[in-house]
């Protein structure tokens, strides 16, 4: 059984930084797009960036484009999300998921509902708090 965890949430100040780890304990054909989600008070899950475990592809959601950056250790299969000039809006649960490969382009797009179900493997989350 796949097993997917995250961890390194916790509270930044506006312009702050944190860093989340997703570590994903079997990469298979069906667990090799990483990808990352949040769920920020009364709104939908949404995607924010995916990244192919084997690859440099990543994509991120027009939100935080420029602002996230994705690094990978390939010997710990841990992928790191890296959030950088953080914002209030940026507060939330946030979600690592591992699936098939080729749902990663569209993970910045994806619904609630559609994440649920192509992405089969889920961690409990961590909580980003972004406030002054």
């Known amino acids: 059984q796949v097993q997917v965890a995250e961890s390194g949430g916790g509270s930044a100040q506006p312009g702050g930084s944190l860093t989340l780890s997703c570590i994903v304990s079997q990469y298979t054909s069906d667990t090799s797009c990483v990808a990352w989600f949040r769920q920020s008070p009364g709104k939908e899950r949404e995607g924010v960036a995916g990244?192919?475990?084997?690859?440099?592809?990543?994509y991120f959601a027009d939100s935080v484009k420029g602002r996230f950056t994705i690094s990978q250790d390939p010997a710990k299969n841990t992928v790191y999300l890296h959030l950088n000039s953080l914002k209030p809006e940026d507060t939330g649960m946030y979600h690592c998921?591992?699936?098939?490969?080729?749902?990663?382009?569209?993970?910045?797009?994806?619904?609630?509902?559609?994440?649920?179900?192509?992405?089969?493997?889920w961690g409990q989350g961590t909580q980003v708090t972004v406030s002054s």
């Open positions: 998921a591992a699936g098939p490969y080729y749902v990663c382009s569209a993970v910045p797009q994806m619904s609630s509902a559609g994440a649920r179900r192509k992405f089969q493997y």
């Open positions: 990244v192919y475990a084997t690859s440099r592809s990543m």
